[in-house]
């Protein structure tokens, strides 16, 4: 019997992918500090000098320019004013991304055929029985989707998903990294631990309060010692993560869980018209994305965030599954209308889960009730 190739997986990171798309309708603002994020409906879509920016919304992503100043995806709009107010900045366009998203994609597809699909940015992709070597692979992949969709993207080919993720970062933008396990040593082990996906912030913290901070310090860390402090599970995970080690394989399909849609108010308000009209739209937005992916959706769960910051949630369970925004707005409003109002709220959001494949969704059962309870985060 023939042995199985050696295990080749890439992970494929498109380069700043939304401020990349943007830059292809406005080629002028190449090269210039440009901020992609939450602006007003009646700010229009040209780009604005951010230090006109006024409000509460976050920065979705930037171009390499303005990194350079230190703004970064998640980063309150205000705060990247004051490191860089002479940054432009562009609403977001899904239906844009989107459409490149696809498009890139079926680029690689065309290439290798095995892909995972992690988001509208990035893929993971087994070559492990795609003929060639992995260096004129990768550059291959690279080409083609530069000619479908006019952007660059980094890719990372490994042994596995875990080390591949992490050399697809190494020589950002428009990079190519090949690594096997033999460098491992020279080009993983000096890296932050928090570079390890599944290495939160949380966790790196409470990593370097043990004097660990890379990678290879926490290889080299006896698992008796993490375990005492992590457990034994996720001591387990870390230490074979820090020796790249990941079997895990490249999945080609997987259900979503549920689809949802939130956003942050301008001003926090207590005023329950305006926080149910914004709630109508989000259930049409989730709506529209269920019926695009042609999913249905038995439980539809209301998010409130105060002043404060304490979240309370809201889930309602449907006798029979929907995608319709009538019946995902009625079963919102009903979460809503159970939920207090002490204090002004600051964000708002809808969820629709316990999905199903439409013509796959159960028979309808008896109605439940609403369940939530008030936790911090």
Not at 68 to 91: D, Q, T, Y
Request: glycine share 8%; aromatic share 6%.
């Amino acid at each position: 019997m023939q042995a199985s190739p050696p295990r080749r997986i890439a992970h494929l990171d498109m380069d700043a992918f939304y401020a990349s798309v943007e830059l292809l309708r406005r080629p002028e603002l190449k090269g210039l500090p440009v901020v992609i994020g939450w602006r007003r409906a009646d700010d229009g879509d040209d780009p604005l000098p951010l230090s006109t920016y006024a409000g509460r919304g976050v920065v979705t992503t930037c171009t390499y320019e303005a990194r350079a100043f230190g703004i970064h995806s998640g980063m309150g709009m205000m705060k990247a004013r004051a490191l860089c107010p002479h940054a432009l900045s562009l609403p977001l366009n899904f239906d844009n991304y989107r459409h490149y998203s696809r498009l890139f994609k079926a680029a690689v597809a065309e290439i290798a055929p095995v892909i995972e699909d992690r988001g509208i940015d990035e893929i993971y992709i087994d070559l492990s029985e795609v003929p060639g070597g992995s260096e004129a692979l990768g550059r291959a992949i690279k080409q083609r989707v530069l000619e479908r969709t006019g952007l660059t993207c980094s890719i990372g080919i490994t042994p596995n998903k875990l080390l591949s993720k992490i050399a697809s970062e190494l020589d950002k933008p428009d990079g190519l990294t090949v690594l096997s396990m033999d460098d491992l040593e020279a080009r993983i082990w000096p890296l932050p631990a928090k570079r390890v996906n599944g290495i939160g912030p949380k966790a790196a913290d409470r990593l370097a309060k043990l004097n660990i901070h890379t990678i290879g310090e926490l290889a080299h860390e006896r698992p008796e010692f993490l375990a005492k402090h992590f457990g034994n599970n996720y001591a387990q995970w870390l230490t074979d993560a820090a020796h790249g080690r990941d079997e895990r394989p490249v999945v080609t399909f997987s259900k979503p869980q549920s689809r949802s849609r939130e956003t942050t108010f301008e001003h926090d308000t207590r005023d329950r018209e305006k926080i149910a009209e914004v709630l109508a739209r989000l259930c049409d937005q989730v709506a529209e994305d269920l019926q695009r992916r042609k999913y249905l959706g038995r439980t539809v769960g209301v998010k409130l965030r105060y002043s404060d910051f304490k979240i309370v949630t809201r889930d309602k369970t449907l006798p029979a599954a929907v995608n319709d925004a009538a019946a995902i707005r009625v079963a919102a409003f009903e979460c809503l209308a159970r939920i207090p109002l002490p204090r002004a709220i600051r964000l708002v959001g809808v969820r629709v889960g316990t999905l199903y494949k439409e013509g796959e969704e159960p028979l309808p059962v008896a109605e439940h009730g609403i369940t939530g309870d008030l936790f911090e985060q």
